[in-house]
């Protein structure tokens, strides 16, 4: 019997999307979620493709081809584009705005490990930021909240909404037992 060889940590790098266009979708990266351009050029066939981040240690954590019809998607909690950030005062910056970029619906979810804002860009691909709450419980989980609460109302609350759910613990504790589970520090 061989051996069975460990499989290296994956971390995800960057995504692409299809753009119908492109100078439209980028400007709302940038202006409305931030996003700086790296570089822009391009491709083979005669369309444009352009890189976006947010963070120095990535040249790109999107990459936009101009030109192309995005895949049709109804349902915006699947096959979506996630981002972290912060605090629930980041997410209530980035709804002020969506709303002011004329983004409607903008959803406020809270998975008991996250609450998410949920939303479609301008061509259609769903957008997801979220800030990880200090608890973990099974997921599926799915409620809406009121980010017009404050922090306090909105940690109390998340709590109450999950405390009895399966699996409920500190994320620190999920994390611990995790990395035990699959063998890594």
Request: with cysteine.
């Amino acid at each position: 019997m061989t051996e069975r060889q460990a499989t290296p940590q994956l971390m995800l790098g960057h995504t692409t999307l299809a753009a119908r266009d492109l100078d439209r979708l980028s400007e709302f990266y940038c202006d409305v979620l931030g996003f700086h351009v790296t570089n822009r050029g391009p491709v083979p066939g005669g369309s444009e493709i352009v890189f976006l981040s947010q963070d120095p240690s990535a040249h790109h954590q999107i990459a936009m081809v101009g030109g192309l019809e995005p895949a049709a998607s109804g349902f915006m909690m699947v096959d979506h584009l996630a981002f972290r950030t912060g605090t629930l005062d980041d997410l209530r910056v980035l709804r002020e705005k969506l709303v002011a970029a004329g983004v409607d619906p903008v959803l406020s979810i809270c998975h008991g490990n996250a609450w998410s804002l949920y939303f479609d860009d301008l061509e259609g691909n769903g957008v997801e930021c979220f800030v990880d709450t200090p608890f973990h419980v099974a997921q599926p989980f799915a409620q809406g909240f009121d980010l017009d609460r404050s922090d306090g109302d909105i940690l109390e609350s998340t709590r109450g909404m999950i405390e009895s759910e399966p699996e409920f613990r500190s994320m620190a504790q999920w994390r611990e037992e995790f990395a035990k589970r699959i063998g890594r520090p």
